[in-house]
C-alpha cells in the first residue's frame, strides 16, 4: 500500500512551511544564532511536542519560527521539506507562509519570501515539482496589521498566488478580515482560509460568503451543519484535511474516528494535507498511510484523494488533465 501510495502523483495543499522545522534543523539554526533552547536534545524536543489543543501547538510553533532569521534559514528549510516530498511523490505544492511571525521580530519581508521562493524556484527546475505561495495573515492579530502586510507583500506579488488565514481560530471570525481579503482579490491573489478545525460550522460560511475563498483549510466541523455538508459538496469546495493534525491537536480522539472518510462518501471534495509535519509526526505519505489503515481506505479510495487534490489545486485545467491521466495510469500499473 505504501509503494501504491508513493507512486500516486499528488498534491500538498495545506503545508505551513515554518511548520516544516525538524528538531534537527531547530539545532543548527540555534547554534547558528547563538540561541539557547529550552530542549536538552533533539530527542527531548520532539518528545515535548504534546498538545492538548490548537493554542498550545501555536505557542511552540511560534517559538520555533524565531529560529528563521535570514535568506538562507527559509532557504534550507523549504529545500530540505520539498527533498521529503519529492521523496513520497508529491509533483506540485501549494504551500503557506506567515509573514507577520518574521516582520514583527525584525526579518525583512525579502528574505522570507525570496528565501522560500529560491528553493521552490529549484525544485520546479530540478525535479519539475511546481507549486503557489500563500501568504496567511494571521487571525489573532488586527485586521489593520493584515492590510499593512499585504500592501507590503504587494512589492512581491508575482511570488504570490493566494493569501489565506490561519493561527488561533476561537474567537477570531473570518469577517474581520472581510475588507483584507477584498483588497487581495481586487490585487488578483486567490483565497484561502482556515475554517472549521476548532472553530463552528458558521466560520466555513463566513469564508465563503465573506471572504470568497476557493477551498477550505481543514473544515472537517462542517458536519455540525448538514445543509453546509450539501453545499460544500454541491458546490464542490475542497476541504484541505490534515489528518495527523487533527489528532494531534485533539479535534478528533483517534484515527478511527475522523470523518475524512464518511466526507468522502458524501462526495465532498476531500483532500490530504500534512499542515505542520515536524510536529504532527508526519509527512504526506504518512498521512495517507494514518487514514489508509485508521479508516480502512480502499485504493480506489486514495486515487480518488490524489485526483482530488489536483482538482483542488490552483493549477490551470490543462496541467490539472496531465497529472488526472497520470494518476489514472499509476492506479492502473501492476
Ligand atoms: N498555523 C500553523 N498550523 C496551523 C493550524 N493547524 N491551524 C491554524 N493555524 C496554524
Ligand atoms: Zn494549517
Not at 525579502?110 to 487571525?139: K, M, P, T
Request: glycine letters at 6%; charged letters at 25%.
Amino acid at each position: 500500500m505504501e509503494q501504491f501510495i508513493v507512486r500516486l502523483p499528488k498534491a500538498e495543499l495545506h503545508l505551513h512551511i515554518e511548520g516544516t522545522l525538524e528538531p534537527e534543523m531547530a539545532f543548527e539554526l540555534a547554534a547558528k544564532h547563538g540561541v539557547a533552547l529550552p530542549y536538552a536534545s533533539v530527542d527531548a524536543m520532539r518528545r515535548a511536542y504534546q498538545f492538548s489543543n490548537l493554542q498550545a501547538f501555536l505557542d511552540i510553533y511560534y517559538a520555533g519560527a524565531d529560529l528563521l532569521r535570514d535568506e538562507a534559514d527559509f532557504h534550507a528549510l523549504t529545500a530540505a521539506y520539498l527533498r521529503k516530498a519529492r521523496e513520497q511523490g508529491v509533483v506540485h505544492v501549494e504551500i503557506f507562509f506567515d509573514p507577520q511571525t518574521h516582520t514583527q521580530r525584525g526579518v525583512p519581508l525579502g528574505s522570507v519570501v525570496g528565501g522560500i521562493r529560491r528553493a521552490l524556484l529549484q525544485a520546479e527546475r530540478d525535479h519539475g515539482v511546481s507549486h503557489r505561495l500563500i501568504l496567511c495573515f494571521l487571525r489573532h492579530l488586527s485586521a489593520a496589521d493584515a492590510m499593512r502586510t499585504l500592501e507590503q507583500a504587494l512589492a512581491f506579488r508575482e511570488a504570490i498566488s493566494a493569501v489565506g488565514l490561519d493561527s488561533s481560530e476561537a474567537a477570531h471570525p473570518p469577517g474581520k478580515f472581510t475588507a483584507v481579503f477584498e483588497r487581495a482579490r481586487r490585487e488578483g491573489l486567490l483565497a484561502v482560509a482556515h475554517a472549521g478545525e476548532e472553530g463552528p460550522a458558521q466560520y466555513i460560511r463566513d469564508a465563503l460568503d465573506l471572504l470568497q475563498v476557493r477551498r477550505i483549510d481543514h473544515g472537517v466541523r462542517c458536519e455540525e451543519d448538514p445543509e453546509l455538508v450539501l453545499r460544500l459538496a454541491r458546490e464542490r469546495v475542497p476541504l484541505t484535511v490534515c489528518p495527523l493534525s487533527n489528532i494531534k491537536l485533539r479535534v478528533f480522539d483517534r484515527i478511527e474516528a475522523h470523518n475524512l472518510k464518511r466526507l468522502l462518501d458524501l462526495g465532498l471534495c476531500v483532500t490530504v494535507n500534512s499542515d505542520d509535519p515536524a510536529y504532527f509526526g508526519g509527512y504526506l505519505l504518512e498521512n495517507y498511510l494514518a487514514v489508509q489503515r485508521g479508516l480502512d481506505l480502499s485504493q480506489a479510495d486514495l486515487v480518488l484523494l490524489a485526483r482530488n487534490s489536483i482538482e483542488a489545486s490552483f493549477l490551470p485545467p490543462a496541467e490539472q488533465r496531465r497529472w488526472l491521466s497520470a494518476i489514472d495510469q499509476a492506479a492502473r500499473a501492476p
